[in-house]
């Protein structure tokens, strides 16, 4: 069975006034009607906290969660999961802001489709009678999955937010495993015996990488007073088990002892209070920093009004299919939430189309990530689903649909928690009105495929 000319029609309606909205944002931007740095933050801010979490409420509130496919979701899910592990072994042994920020931009590039706009009037059309089932996967993808993101996305708020670039001046000494930050050495700074506190943060924080580097920062100093009789010597403290929770936990103490040296030395002084194993000190220095940082996480992850909609219509949904028979929404919340969530989609293609206009060409990404991205989701999406599927037991119709939805367009939401955390808004604005362009061809050579195999 193909495409009836209906189908398409129907199909054509759902496309086209995106872009429209697209090129009614990108004509206003180009007129200074709006402007991106007046407007574009606002419109962020309001699609992402208000009309985005409206549309989740709605999505799931007006599903039944108890006619749920679950072996349908088992595939999707399990797919995701594959998806998700094989990413995270790439950042496991040196988590840094970068790398979650890859980490979500791929797991969104092979999971996450634009099922409501795209998917039901397509897949429907070539499977009729898979509205419940395309359903499911939206309800799952609002419930479980967009909140995973959310978590993924706060991780690399708080890491970003940890260490802001490597376009700082930081350099690091190790000890034993054990990183000592050196806070305000300057020239003259050693010419005294005295004791200087660490800091990780500031401006004037510097890392020394090696003592080489420290001892050319002290040489050639004019030092205030009698130089000492002693050699220069420098000792330092480091407390592992409590570095950077109090002041003084990292400590350079001046020790002067012989003639006057060109060159200052530098040497580990034991600590009653170091553990007896440097590597003990550092795990449980690390467990402590992992312990804060996933705290902030759960705390900005709680804050999320997403995650409180999806949640909410998850417990009225169940609820109602209860105690109220399924019956529709009442009225006035209905009506409130649609006003809302139907500007979802409408806003986030118009600034979709502002943020082109404020650069330079249509593809700000560069063709490289154009084309690596339709890779990914019309080409690797497809294959782990079809993995997942065979795995969950999915066969014959069901397993087709299920490997066709996976090929579905970018979806918008992807590009809105893009824009809100400021992560590789370039990729995926670029991604969801690329892909939503050129993929019809594509889906209808897949189903081909598919049913000549059948």
């Known amino acids: 069975m193909g495409l009836e000319g209906s189908a398409v029609i129907s199909l054509m309606n759902a496309i086209v006034p995106l872009y429209i909205s697209i090129a009614l944002g990108y004509s206003l931007s180009k007129l200074k009607v709006v402007t991106y740095k007046t407007h574009y933050a606002g419109i962020v801010t309001f699609c992402f906290k208000i009309t985005l979490p409206a549309l989740f409420f709605r999505l799931v509130a007006t599903n039944n969660p108890y006619a749920l496919n679950l072996q349908l979701i088992g595939a999707d899910t399990l797919s995701k999961v594959i998806v998700l592990l094989v990413l995270s072994l790439g950042c496991y042994w040196r988590p840094t802001a970068q790398g979650v920020a890859w980490v979500y931009a791929y797991f969104n590039l092979a999971t996450f489709s634009n099922t409501v706009l795209v998917g039901i009037p397509l897949v ?217 969530a139907n500007c979802t989609l409408g806003m986030a293609m118009f600034m979709l189309g502002m943020h082109m206009a404020a650069h330079k060409n249509l593809l700000p990404g560069g063709i490289y990530k154009v084309l690596w991205g339709t890779v990914v989701r019309f080409f690797i999406s497809p294959a782990v689903m079809a993995l997942a599927s065979l795995i969950a037991g999915l066969r014959g119709r069901m397993f087709r649909f299920a490997v066709l939805q996976a090929m579905i367009p970018q979806a918008i939401s992807s590009f809105i928690f893009a824009c809100n955390y400021h992560i590789h808004e370039d990729t995926f604005s670029t991604a969801v009105w690329f892909q939503t362009l050129i993929f019809f061809p594509f889906a209808i050579a897949l189903y081909s495929v598919l049913e000549l195999g059948a």
């Open 124 to 340: 429907t059309a070539l499977y009729p009678g898979t509205e419940k089932d395309l359903t499911a996967l939206i309800v799952m993808q609002a419930l479980l999955w967009f909140p995973v993101c959310i978590f993924i996305l706060e991780l690399y708020k708080v890491l970003q937010e940890k260490n802001p670039g490597k376009e700082n001046e930081e350099r690091e000494l190790q000890l034993g495993g054990v990183i000592v930050e050196l806070n305000s050495l300057k020239d003259g700074s050693l010419t005294h015996p005295q004791s200087l506190s660490s800091s990780r943060s500031g401006d004037e924080t510097r890392r020394i990488s090696n003592f080489d580097q420290g001892q050319k920062d002290s040489e050639g100093t004019d030092h205030e007073g009698p130089r000492p009789a002693a050699s220069n010597s420098v000792s330092i403290s480091v407390d592992a088990t409590e570095k950077g929770h109090h002041q003084g936990d990292s400590e350079i103490h001046r020790v002067e002892s012989g003639p006057y040296s060109s060159k200052d030395t530098v040497h580990p002084v034991a600590d009653s209070s170091l553990p007896e194993s440097p590597v003990d000190g550092c795990k449980l220095s690390r467990l402590r920093v992992v312990k804060r940082i996933l705290g902030k996480v759960a705390v900005n992850f709680l804050w999320s009004p997403i995650v409180w909609a999806s949640l909410f219509g998850f417990a009225y949904a169940l609820l109602n299919i209860k105690f109220n028979q399924g019956k529709p929404l009442p009225a006035i919340l209905k009506t409130s939430v649609a006003l809302l």
